[in-house]
């Protein structure tokens, strides 16, 4: 049999989880790639895997034409380790029953460790064990060849491992924090059953890619869309890295953007990086195509059309030959459409990552980050020497202020609601709750309502004050800031800012409202 690559192959059943397995795996220095579960079993064989985890997933393995382990995982003969719903069909394909359940178990539990395995070496299983648990399914009799190594009040069958091969699985999650021996059981897994080396280290990993960037681009030259955002400026830095001066990245300016961002960037990576910079201060063209438009659909349209046409004709004005074209795709991106399409597909980010371009222009793409999570690419850019306001930003939406004037954009929406933004944002800094909350902006709502300056009457608009707490963005909390606090932020704003006389903190959740108010 041939070597085994020194990597994890994360099999995906659906589950919420799975992006946290392949991190859990990355955190301890072992590459790990998601692969869907009816990816094909060529692309499986490719991976190479020294060992394979089954993920979670929603389905039902008591129901037909769900989701089975191909046979190509156990004819490679690497260790496996199935997990919940991985654990389910596991147990299923090895002739073991699985019953469906009314009673869903989510929460925590305790594990009763009912025998040795190399899997729990060095937990003490002398107590019960904090777990958690999320599952409505569970394997009622043991699969043929198999023991029985853990075992909880409501699953009696919890943890099983074959009896001569490789084969775990357990109904828990060992990937989220709340499961005490999570640790333990992945690094039992990498190192004492799977044999992997720790060798997916940042600086590593920075030289290999900048070995990668130099081969595929040659001597030729390479043209980068600039946001100001963290995966376009991290894969500015690893190409200037790797190629310097041919290297030529363009920022536009849509008019959309925070205040002073457009100075920011030019004395990041014009001033102390001395990168060969474009900025092209398009706002007018944006503001035009945009005039009289208020929905916001149509506004994310016509922003990103305007962008790719912008970006376009500048870069006819570039004076060099162009051939490739680089964009900060990043892995939860390539998971995201290889997911959906069930085979590894390419996705262009919409908005402000240059979507569209590339048949138009018919370059081809230098992708330097797109096996990396988010948080690799920040370790890559604070060892690349981006500075750290750059690299913990919040998010922001490539239609920028476009989707946070509700309703028609005009300038002076644009320059209040830049004001206002930029207040909130200098108050959290000053409070130390920025990096507290994921994300924070203010939104500017066309509607009258009244104020009084002195002895007058004013009707003026409002602003939406925005903060929230999440992990995944997909579901959010509003952020419980001080009441103080957004006192001083109110005060501040209607003071400082003529045309709003009110300013409201948005206090729901996602969902079932959006982050963003558009
Ligand atoms: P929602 O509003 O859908 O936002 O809860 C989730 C996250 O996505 C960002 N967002 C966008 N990003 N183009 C982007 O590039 C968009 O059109 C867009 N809309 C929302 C939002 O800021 C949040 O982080």
């Not at 395995?117 to 777990?131: A, M, V």
């Not at 953007?257 to 007018?284: G, M, T, Y």
């Not at 476009?402 to 800094?429: H, K, M, S, Y």
Request: hydrophobic share 40%; aromatic share 8%.
């Amino acid at each position: 049999m041939s070597p085994k690559d020194n990597r994890i192959l994360v099999l995906d059943f659906g589950s919420q989880y799975t992006q946290l397995i392949a991190r859990r795996v990355r955190e301890n220095e072992v590459y790990s790639e998601i692969l869907p579960w009816d990816i094909g079993e060529d692309r499986i064989k490719e991976c190479n895997p020294k060992g394979i985890i089954l993920s979670g997933g929603p389905e039902s393995v008591t129901k037909s034409f769900t989701p089975r382990i191909p046979q190509i995982c156990f004819d490679m003969e690497v260790p496996l380790l199935g997990i919940c719903y991985g654990m389910q069909t596991l147990a299923e394909q090895c002739s073991g029953i699985v019953s469906a359940s009314d009673a869903k178990e989510f929460g925590e539990a305790k594990l009763k460790i009912e025998q040795a395995s190399k899997l729990f070496e060095g937990i003490d299983g002398s107590n019960l064990i904090d777990i958690w648990m999320s599952h409505g399914d569970k394997v009622t009799s043991m699969p043929k060849d198999f023991i029985l190594i853990g075992s909880t009040e409501s699953a009696p069958i919890a943890a099983i491992q074959h009896n001569t091969k490789d084969i775990f699985a357990l109904q828990f999650h060992p990937e989220v924090t709340h499961t005490s021996i999570g640790p333990a059981i992945f690094t039992n897994f990498l190192f004492k059953i799977c044999g992997c080396n720790k060798d997916w280290k940042i600086e590593d990993l920075i030289t290999r890619k900048v070995e990668e960037i130099r081969e595929q681009v040659g001597s030729n030259n390479v043209l980068l869309g600039l946001s100001g955002g963290v995966d376009s400026s991290v894969t500015a830095m690893l190409l200037q890295k790797a190629i310097g001066k041919q290297l030529y990245c363009m920022f536009i300016d849509n008019g959309l953007l925070r205040k002073n961002e457009v100075n920011q960037v030019k004395e990041i990576f014009e001033e102390k990086f001395d990168l060969n910079l474009k900025v092209v201060d398009a706002s007018n063209i944006f503001l035009r195509h945009l005039k009289g438009v208020t929905d916001p659909e149509q506004k994310r349209k016509i922003i990103g059309r305007t962008f790719i046409d912008v970006f376009d004709n500048e870069s006819l004005d570039l004076n060099c030959e162009i051939d490739f074209l680089a964009q900060g795709t990043i892995y939860p991106d390539v998971i995201e459409s290889s997911v959906s399409e069930s085979k590894e597909a390419r996705i262009i980010k919409s908005h402000h990552n240059v979507g569209g371009l590339p048949q138009e222009m018919r370059m081809e793409l230098v992708e330097p980050l797109r096996n990396l999570f988010k948080d690799e690419v920040r370790k890559v850019g604070k060892e690349l020497d981006l500075p750290s306001e750059l690299l913990n930003r919040h998010p922001f939406p490539g239609p920028g202020l476009g989707v946070r004037i509700l309703g028609e954009l005009t300038q002076d929406r644009l320059d209040a609601l830049r004001e206002a933004d930029a207040i909130f944002i200098e108050e959290l800094i000053a409070a130390d709750f920025y990096d507290k909350v994921s994300q924070a902006f203010c939104v500017y709502l066309p509607v009258k309502s009244v104020g009084v300056v002195g002895d007058e009457r004013r009707y003026a608009d409002v602003i939406g004050i925005r903060a929230v707490e999440t992990v995944d963005f997909m579901t959010a909390h509003w952020a419980d800031l001080p009441y103080s606090f957004l006192s001083k932020v109110s005060s501040r704003i209607v003071n400082e800012i003529e045309s709003i006389s009110r300013v409201v903190y948005d206090i729901s959740n996602k969902p079932p409202a959006t982050i963003e108010w558009e």
